[in-house]
């Protein structure tokens, strides 16, 4: 039984960590297809996407929109944070893309003060965080 568990639990782990790759990619989709669009339309467009692709049972689809939402909200906040706000003009490597998107649920206030303190470009705020909250390269 307690295999069991361990399988489970790892299998969680990983589909948590591909949704949150997903969503990061996703966002980063989003400035690219609405050009001149608002961030709103873009954040729509993105939760749209997840809510076609991920597909729940009847009882739970009320509650993907906003968990999604949230998701997004939280990559944007993160996006923002170690890239800054022209994310068309960063080109993130694939390793720069998976380390975000395994940051994107640190606590924003903990993660702005780690970020803050740092002088450098989206390697150094990156590591600052995997630093701050012990985090595996």
Known sequence: MDKIKELLAKF?????????????????????AIPGGTGIEKRAYVVQRLDDMVKLPWYLEPFDGPAFGLLVDMAC???????GHKWEAAELTPEQTQKIAAVIDVPASAAAKAVGEVK?????RIEALYKQYGLKK
Request: without cysteine.
């Open 12 to 32: 969680a782990a990983g589909a948590i960590a591909s949704l949150k790759m997903w969503v990061l990619q996703l966002v980063i989709e989003a400035e690219g």
């Open 77 to 83: 906040d993160k996006m923002n944070l170690l890239v």
């Open 120 to 124: 450098g470009g989206v390697n150094e």
